[in-house]
């Protein structure tokens, strides 16, 4: 019998925020917008989210960045994101833990998710399923 994909088990979510991140413009001698981003989630971080923090996703011409995963879902890379975005964060992170399909939905998406999206990548399989 097949599972029926609504009645899943939410997805443990991994947030990976580049904590090394900062504009051109920023002040050198502050705290680096990535790492207050890295420190508001740590503080709001709700059940079944885990955290870590990186230095450099790739993404540095459109920073603050991160990176937004679950096992068998696909993985997103968001950019332009503010020390600010920490809500925002959390809230596409829950979409991903609700998601049946392994993406992310674009419906209920804050902004930033929709126009920041830099990258998305499969979920990662091993060589003999991706041979199949
Ligand atoms: S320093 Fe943050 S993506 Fe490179």
Redesign the pocket.
């Known amino acids: 019998m097949r599972a029926d994909p609504s009645q899943a088990e939410p997805h443990d979510v991994l947030i990976h925020v ?1 904590v ?2 900062r504009r051109a413009d920023d002040d050198a001698d502050a705290p680096r917008p ?1 790492a207050r981003l890295h420190r508001a989630l740590a503080d709001a971080l709700p059940a079944g989210m885990a955290l870590r923090p990186v230095e ?5 011409r459109r ?1 603050c ?1 991160v990176a937004v995963s679950a096992p068998g879902c696909w993985t997103y890379v968001f950019g332009d994101l503010v020390a600010e975005s920490g809500t925002e964060v959390l809230a596409a992170a829950a979409l991903l833990a609700g998601s049946t399909d392994g993406l992310m939905p674009w419906r209920g998406r804050p902004e930033p998710f929709k126009r920041g999206m830099i990258a998305r990548i499969p979920p990662l399989l091993d060589h003999k399923e991706a041979a199949e």
């Open positions: 580049c090394t991140c990535g450099c996703l790739g993404n540095c920073s960045t």
